[in-house]
T-cell receptor, first 115, second 113 residues
């Protein structure tokens, strides 16, 4: 069974540009969550999508957005990039049934560098 | 904002030694998870603890959830170089069926041969 796939693996952008990251969850998983990981702030929750609907959202500005497609694949978009957006962006998938013991599977992430 | 404090932040030990990592919060979590992350990879789930006072063992790793479900610990016996990595605790904040994990800042463990 293939794991969570994130593309691209690395990305370099300049301030003011926008970027789109992609995440393909494990087959059969309907929930996709996005996290930002930085050395200073650690892992922070961005948002969660389930059945093409945003089900939960963290405390990030509106420049961060996402969507989920009918096949459960998800994309996140960051507009008007800032230097502080440089981070490892992680996607995680799960069945999404809400069980306390439900396992979360992370992809290897997209390393975004904003110059 | 719910915070999870992990300690120590860095730990460097010799192979064969024992160690304990702590994860503390002022908030109650419905469950708490422990992950290990290696460079260039995403976190990998080690265990989920749900019940206050629960103890789970995974080979040389022992996980404990505090009685009040506000804190947890990870104990590694006879550490090996393969245990090297970033250990993260994460508390589950539930909004209905939605899921939002609050992560601790992590403990970078280095086990020297």
């Amino acid at each position: 069974k293939a794991g969570v796939t994130q593309t691209p693996r690395y990305l370099i952008k300049t301030r003011g540009q926008q970027v789109t990251l992609s995440c393909s969850p494990i087959s059969g998983h309907r929930s996709v969550s996005w996290y930002q990981q930085t050395p200073g702030q650690g892992l922070q929750f961005l948002f969660e999508y389930f059945s093409e609907t945003q089900r939960n959202k963290g405390n990030f500005p509106g420049r961060f957005s996402g969507r989920q497609f009918s096949n459960s694949r998800s994309e996140m978009n960051v507009s008007t990039l800032e230097l502080g957006d440089s981070a490892l962006y992680l996607c995680a998938s799960s069945l999404g049934r809400g069980s306390t013991n439900e396992k979360l599977f992370f992809g290897s992430g997209t390393q975004l560098s904003v110059l | 904002t719910q915070l999870l404090e992990q300690s120590p932040q860095f730990l460097s030990i010799q192979e064969g030694e024992n160690l304990t990592v702590y994860c503390n919060s002022s908030s109650v979590f419905s469950s708490l998870q422990w992950y290990r992350q290696e460079p260039g990879e995403g976190p990998v789930l080690l265990v989920t603890v749900v019940t206050g006072g629960e103890v789970k063992k995974l080979k040389r790793l022992t996980f404990q959830f505090g009685d009040a479900r506000k804190d947890s610990s990870l104990h590694i016996t006879a550490a090996q170089p393969g245990d090297t990595g970033l250990y993260l605790c994460a508390g589950d904040t539930r909004g209905g069926s939605a899921r939002q994990l609050t992560f601790g800042s992590g403990t970078q463990l280095t086990v020297l041969p």
